[in-house]
């Protein structure tokens, strides 16, 4: 049994006593019963701790250099208002993919400089609204999109200052569908077949817009840290090349997230320190012989900012023995949320963890698989996990390293409300993101 005080698995601040678990000085008992279940509960703190981790990590490895680092939070993962305000106040800008991420760190007040936008589809609106703010960058993902950014940039009488977003070839990430460097997707141009080259020299030739310099994400869930190398490398050439071209050396590279971090006990997260140390190694040496000076260089990590932060807990309903082809038995422990709050088990085959935090048990551990309440054979959370053979309706579950894209992803199947999202910081609990109710659901419905 792992007992929920790994580090690297649940949020810094949590403890057990007598089989209950306590968040940031407040036990998930009293907080189901205040905020009920499912809800996501976040360690504020833990968050805070984690965002000042990565750019001083970051920033410390470059420093020597004199390399200055920017630490983007890809908000995609998760946001709220508060959110951006808490990493923002730690030193990290924001990356935003959509509107809603756009308008959400406006609103919480983020000056536009430090706002990012990507995209692979970016409406007119979305543009826009970035130039009208002042955004610090957008990273262009094609051609036609050159022309798009030009044209609302001169209608705004702005330079818009982009980057491009380089498909470097380099397969990265823990799922086929969250790789995003390889050729045959939709990201990014490409720089084997020299669309990458070819958007420099467009945006290079053109008075409204203001190259900033090149972006590379591979992937998400990365635990291999020889793709961020390799990626970085390319970039070192392509940002060369463009310089032999040109006569101008770009500012600005950025290597994109996808920072690994445990999901399960025998896991361990990306040490981002050792990364960076090894990082700043290898674009030296490439520098070196390259003959040029290293940029200004930017990172977006997400998951591993906001991911272990946060726990999922969940209320047990239907608990049942299934006898299995092996003519041994799992236990089958529904919940009262499921694939509506977390579809990573579905989408990725991505593994997860639970505990029982509202009660101790000396009960055997027993084959368990925890399942939702939807409609759906394949709605599972965690598909493989010891948990005590005494589970009952009424105990409360908990799965740790949820923070990233389970709330984000989350959706209202079988029309049920999304849950919310409860910060707890020092002993006291606000809802970040308030609950869904079915009133909330039946709203939308124009009759
Ligand atoms: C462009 C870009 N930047 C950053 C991220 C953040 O990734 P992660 O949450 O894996 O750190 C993503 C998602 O993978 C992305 O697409
Ligand atoms: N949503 C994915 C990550 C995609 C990241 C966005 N490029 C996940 O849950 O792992």
Redesign the pocket.
Known sequence: MTHPTDPQLWPANVSVTDGVLDLAGLSVTELAATYGTPSFLLDVADLRGRAARYRDALAGAFAPLGVDVDVYY?S??FLSTAVARWVHAEGLRI?T?AHGELATAIAAGVPGADIGL?GNNKSAGEITLALEHGVGRI?VDSLPEIDLVGSIAARLGVRAPVMV?VTTGVHAGGHEF?A?AHEDQK?GLSLASGAAAQALDRIHADDRLDLLGLHS?I???ILDPAGFGEAARALLRLRADFAGRTGVLLPEMDL????GIAYLPTERGVDVAALATDLAEILTAEARVLGTPLPRLSF?????IVGPAMITLYTVGTVKDVVLDDGGTRLYVSVDGGMSDNIRTALYDADYHAELTSRSSTAPRVRSRVVGKHCESGDIVVRDVLLPADLAAGDLLAVPATG?YGRSMASNYNMVPRAGVVAVEDGQAREIVRRETIEDVLALDMG
Request: hydrophobic fraction near 35%; charged fraction near 20%; avoid cysteine.
């Open positions: 890809a995609k993962a990356d993919a990507h990273v977003r969250i995003t990201f994400h992937g998400s869930q994109g997230g996808g920072f977006e990590p997400g998951r591993a990233a």
